[in-house]
Nanobody
């Protein structure tokens, strides 16, 4: 199994930027597609961005396209989410997640992700 530890997050004003990082340990990192989810109070968890094991394919939710960028470094076993032009509606707990590459469905299928980080809070003030 893979273990995921997140860092980043925090409080930022609207229009600002934040960067999340997720460090993986355990099984080979390039065995996993990676995703970033978020959950706002009273709302369901949603997939906001994902990247394939090779980094070739990515997915973004419509709500974050052109503002968020997901990237991975397989040599350092890390995945990052750069969040720009933040809005108050981006306020949520953000989770790093992993799915075994080639199993369980495509990048954009939330139920495919079976390994989770602890979550980090992002608050965007207006």
């Amino acid at each position: 199994q893979v273990q995921l530890v997140e860092s980043g997050g925090g409080l930022v004003q609207a229009g600002g930027s934040l960067r999340h990082s997720c460090a993986a340990s355990g099984r080979p990192f390039n065995s996993y597609d990676m995703g970033w989810f978020r959950q706002a109070p009273g709302k369901e968890r949603e997939l906001v961005a994902a990247i394939s094991w090779s980094g070739v394919s990515t997915y973004y939710a419509d709500s974050v396209k052109a503002r968020f960028t997901i990237a991975r470094d397989n040599a350092k076993n890390t995945v990052h989410l750069q969040m720009n032009s933040l809005k108050p509606e981006d306020t949520a707990v953000y989770f790093c997640a992993a799915k075994v590459a080639g199993r369980g469905g495509g990048l954009a299928k939330p139920s495919s992700y079976g390994f989770w980080g602890q979550g980090t809070q992002v608050i965007v003030s207006s």
